[in-house]
């Protein structure tokens, strides 16, 4: 009898430990997962910030206007700030990549002391303008290594937290893909040999969180239902939802799923409020280019139909190797909605969406009066910089420096060997916005 009380508490013991070894075990994978939820994005936002950083830059050299350069230069000094903001939530302690947050910060110092001036009385020197030639270069190099890293990242499906183990780990070995990958964008030399002046290290940083949304808050499974849709792969093994962590501007749904058929890895946030996917991602192997750049997008076009995004239509598109990258608008009486919208990734292996971004369409979707515009197309085409050579012209609305909506005539024109796009106020004439496509 003894024996036998003793043998039951031995095994309740041992299930006590068993049970308590699997939630330990439990709570870490979670853990993990919510890490590398959170590395993923900040890289994302670290490529899209530098790509956009890189076009803006470009954008600067091709104004015409001082009243319009003054805040394109604010915007230049906004992204590099963003740009390191995103840099020090990676995993990156041990990692190389001083060189190009030190050429960020020379930028940032740089584009604040030239915007905050009065251009109209001290306008760009010479030199000034040589250095904003160098640095767009410069920055044109860090943007091809960061987009290397994030196609190694999504071809070999990597994870983030095994770079963090690497870092810790002072006696591993560094052959990491990730880790490489970030050397290699070291090695590019992310400097510039002009004199960007003084240094200049305070202000404040422009926010990129969501706008208040409204609508019911949806549940866990309710998430999950609407990643299903969103994702083409059908075929799923495991499906996993998270919820966003305390303090988020706008609380969301992480959903991860793995895909049997083929083989393959998805990921997406959904808005709690409304149920809205703000950005899915798929990772697989993407096999040989069958489709064309342009069959791909009437294949994204389709996807957005299927899925209830009316009235969109493609502005602009690349292809990177086997994948095409959309932009999309909406359109409402030819006049294009700009705030609205939608970025598409379609593997041209088979046409399938392979990633989604809409967080511009879901902060700025809602019914609008469009105005009249006050200038002719003619009057309006007489702003624009003469050594430009317009090639398209239309009516769009954008959202200005200040965060409102204008209405404006938009010219697609060349300069040298470049593209750009010029907006001028269709009510006061204004220069309102030059961005290099």
Known sequence: MKNAIIIGALSVALIGTGYWGYTRHRDLQEMNNQAENSYQRAFNELTYDVDLLHDKIGATLAMNSKASLSPALADVWRLSIESKSDIAQLPLKFLPFDKTQAFLTKIAN??????????????????????????????????????????????????????????????APRDNVIINGFKHVEQTKSTVDQDFGPTFTTGPEQSKELKELKGKKITESEAKKIAKSYFPIKNYKDIAVNKSLDGSSEPFYSVSMDHKNPK??????????????????TNRDIKKQQI?????????????????????????????????????VKTVNDVRIYPESIQLKVALDNGKVIGFNA???VVSNHKRNIPTPKLTKVQARKKVNPNVKVQEERLAILLNDFNKEVLCYEFIGTLDNDTYDIYVNALTGGEEKVKKL
Request: charged fraction near 30%; proline fraction near 2%.
């Open 264 to 281: 393959a890895d998805s990921y997406m946030e959904i808005t709690e409020t409304g149920g809205h996917p703000l950005f899915f991602i």
């Open 292 to 328: 064309s750049l342009e069959d791909a997008g009437k294949s994204g076009a389709n996807y957005l139909k299927k899925q209830k995004y009316m009235d969109m239509e493609i502005y602009d598109s690349t292809q990177y190797d086997t994948i095409g990258v959309f932009q999309f």
């Open 110 to 171: 740089f584009s604040y002391r030239t915007a905050v001036r009065d251009l109209e009385k001290e306008p760009l020197t010479d030199e000034e303008y040589n250095t904003l030639k160098a640095i767009y270069k410069k920055s044109e190099s860090v943007q091809d290594g960061l987009r290397n890293v994030q196609s190694d990242i999504i071809d070999n499906n990597l994870s983030w937290i095994d770079v963090q183990t690497v870092s810790a780990e002072k006696e």
């Open 359 to 361: 967080k511009s369409y």
